[in-house]
C-alpha cells in the first residue's frame, strides 16, 4: 500500500508538473511562477522573502525565480523605500498583462486534470490533499 500510494502520487504530481510547463511556457512563464506573479497582481511590491512566507518557500527560491523572471521581462527590482537590504518586486506590464491568461490557463489545467470527478469528488479530494499535507507538517 505504501509503494502504490507513494508511486501514485508521484506519477500524478510529475504528469501535473509536465502540463504545467507546457502550459505556462506558452506565456514565458516557467511553472511555479504562476504563484508568485499571483502575489504580486495581488500586492505588488512585494519582497522576495514576503513572498515566500506567503507561499512556504525559501527566500533563495524565491531570488532566483526572480532572477529568471526579470530575465523574461515579467518583473523588475527595485530599492526598497525603507530597508535598503530589500528590494520589492514590480511587475513590468507583460508581467501584468498575463494576469488574465494565466489565470485562465490554471483553470483549464485544473479541469483537464480533474474532468472525471464531480463536484463532490473534487470537493473531497481538495480535502484529502490538505489532510496528508497536515500530515506530513
Request: net charge neutral; with cysteine.
Amino acid at each position: 500500500m505504501a509503494t502504490d500510494f507513494q508511486t501514485a502520487f508521484w506519477t500524478a504530481k510529475r504528469a501535473m508538473a509536465l502540463a504545467s510547463e507546457a502550459a505556462y511556457n506558452r506565456h514565458g512563464v516557467r511553472s511555479g511562477q504562476q504563484f508568485i506573479l499571483r502575489c504580486l497582481w495581488e500586492n505588488d511590491g512585494m519582497a522576495p522573502g514576503e513572498i515566500a512566507r506567503l507561499l512556504e518557500l525559501s527566500t533563495p527560491t524565491v531570488t532566483r525565480a526572480a532572477t529568471r523572471m526579470e530575465t523574461a521581462g515579467l518583473l523588475r527590482r527595485e530599492p526598497h523605500p525603507t530597508d535598503a537590504r530589500l528590494v520589492r518586486l514590480l511587475l513590468t506590464d507583460r508581467g501584468r498583462e498575463l494576469e488574465s491568461v494565466i489565470d485562465e490557463e490554471m483553470a483549464r489545467l485544473s479541469e483537464r486534470a480533474l474532468r472525471t470527478l464531480d463536484a463532490a469528488e473534487r470537493e473531497q479530494f481538495l480535502r484529502f490533499l490538505g489532510e496528508i499535507r497536515q500530515n506530513l507538517t
